[in-house]
């Protein structure tokens, strides 16, 4: 069994304090007290990486039903269709230009793009729809395949995207740097 002496043990100690006071100190001796220098190309290869290829400030998921009625000489047609959609409204950071980067002192100041619309999607296996007409529209839509379901669907986007306007779902530039300043 080996034994070691109490001062030998508190001497290793000691010499790993100033080891690690000096090293410390050699290391802060040659870093920088002045503010770190922001790089223009840097900052931009970081906004438009693909990890932040979009900044998301709004997401929902909500039900719309949409409600179509059309009557001519050959008969009418009532059609409701219902589904939940999802959507992602922000900013495409890939958008954002060396010209949109502006140094002001210390600080980099970005100019974010106009917020868009980034992706829209129905929920599966939300989709519904019923369709009531007299025979001739009927027969029409049972040729073409379903266009009375169609009609509606190409609605659905529009829709759906003047919902979230009407309900302030949609927020401006000005108030995504808000939120981003706050």
């Not at 508190?10 to 000096?22: C, I, K, P, R």
């Not at 932040?52 to 000489?73: C, I, K, M």
């Not at 210390?106 to 369709?131: H, K, N, Q, W, Y």
């Amino acid at each position: 069994m080996v034994h070691t002496l109490p001062t030998a043990r508190g001497l290793t100690v000691a010499l790993w304090v100033v080891l690690l006071v000096s090293l410390g100190w050699a290391v802060g001796r040659h870093g920088s007290l002045s503010p770190a220098r922001i790089d223009e190309k840097a900052t931009l290869s970081v906004l438009q990486s693909e990890e932040l290829a979009f900044l998301v400030t709004r997401r929902a998921v909500t039900q719309v039903v949409l409600e179509h009625r059309e009557s001519d000489l050959w008969g009418e047609w009532h059609g409701v269709l219902w589904a939940s959609v999802s959507w992602r409204w922000g900013v495409d950071m890939r958008k954002i230009a060396p010209a949109d980067l502006s140094r002001q002192g210390d600080t980099l100041v970005v100019r974010l793009p106009e917020p868009e619309l980034l992706d829209f999607a129905m929920e599966p296996g939300s989709v519904g729809f019923i369709s009531k007409s007299t025979a001739a529209p009927k027969l029409l839509d049972f040729a073409r395949g379903g266009w009375q379901r169609s009609v509606l669907e190409a609605q659905l986007r529009r829709r759906a995207l003047e919902f979230a306007a009407a309900h302030h779902l949609l927020p401006s530039r000005r108030e995504i740097v808000a939120q981003l300043n706050a």
